[in-house]
């Protein structure tokens, strides 16, 4: 089961991150792809966090294995929060007319943005280890 899980999070977790990483590129796909991306990315929280779970559960983890685990565990969760908190506050500023304050600066906006950005590649640069790692390594 552990290998069934592992794959669909080597899938999902690129495959959301890198169309999150197109959010922060493209503005017109924002309205579009938003939510789907986002929902992909809590579903490859809940995969990292089920493929963690029966790693452990059946003992396939060596060290470096389940250290990328828990490290890709932990990155998938904050590219959830960055992401959605980001895409939430781009969202509120487009709705927002151009005199009104719209509630942040914004540079806070463009370092939410390079905050997700960062964690996007983070994420899969890990998955990439965590793949290269095996169950055995």
Do not use: C, K, N
């Not at 990315?41 to 452990?56: D, R, V």
């Not at 895409?87 to 509120?92: G, I, K, V």
């Not at 151009?98 to 943005?113: I, N, S």
């Amino acid at each position: 089961m552990h290998a069934f899980l592992a794959f669909l999070t080597v899938v999902v977790v690129p495959v959301s991150a890198v169309g999150l990483l197109a959010l922060l590129l493209a503005p017109r796909l924002r309205d579009r792809f938003g939510r789907p991306v986002l929902s992909a990315i809590a579903l490859a929280a809940a995969l990292t966090l089920t493929a963690g779970f029966t790693g452990l559960v059946s003992g396939t983890g060596a060290t470096a294995h389940a250290g990328y685990g828990t490290t890709l565990m932990v990155l998938v969760l904050a590219l959830l929060v960055a992401g959605s908190g980001w895409y939430h506050l781009q969202r509120r500023a487009a709705q927002a007319p151009p005199p009104e304050d719209r509630g942040l600066p914004p540079a806070f906006e463009m370092l939410a943005g390079i905050a997700t950005l960062g964690i996007v590649f983070a994420t899969l640069i890990t998955v990439v280890a965590a793949w290269a790692s095996g169950p055995r390594g």
